[in-house]
Nanobody
Framework: QVQLVESGGGLAQPGGSLRLSCAAS????????MSWARQAPGKGLEWVSG????????EYADSVKGRFTISRDNAKNMVYLQMNSLKPEDTALYYC??????????????WGKGTLVTVSS
């Protein structure tokens, strides 16, 4: 019943921007933290960013801090990841995930299918 559907991926040039969206359904969205994670080709899963249930206290991996911004709109059951100053190493399949708590704690119980981001000149 829980569904997370990512969109907004695609091809961007280094230094460019993309905005990822995640549409959530099947649970009380406003009660749970949400996160973004990614998996680059040939690499393991990397947590990227998380946000509290009420939108407070966004958190970021050091690799994206200062470049990416996570946000959410609880009225629309949406979470976003604005990605600026993209680098080739940002190329990955990006997943939206639901956390089991109201704060991002690295314990996600539901995942979307991912949206592919490719950063290349």
């Amino acid at each position: 019943q829980v569904q997370l559907v990512e969109s907004g991926g695609g091809l961007a040039q280094p230094g460019g921007s993309l905005r990822l969206s995640c549409a959530a359904s099947g649970f009380t969205f406003s009660r749970y933290a949400m996160s973004w994670a990614r998996q680059a080709p040939g690499k393991g899963l990397e947590w990227v960013s998380g946000i509290y249930s009420d939108g407070r206290t966004p958190e970021y991996a050091d690799s994206v801090k200062g470049r990416f911004t996570i946000s959410r709109d609880n009225a629309k059951n949406m979470v976003y990841l604005q990605m600026n100053s993209l680098k080739p190493e940002d190329t990955a399949l990006y997943y939206c995930a639901k956390d089991v708590h109201l704060r991002p704690a690295g314990a996600m119980d539901y995942w979307g299918k991912g949206t592919l981001v490719t950063v290349s000149s």
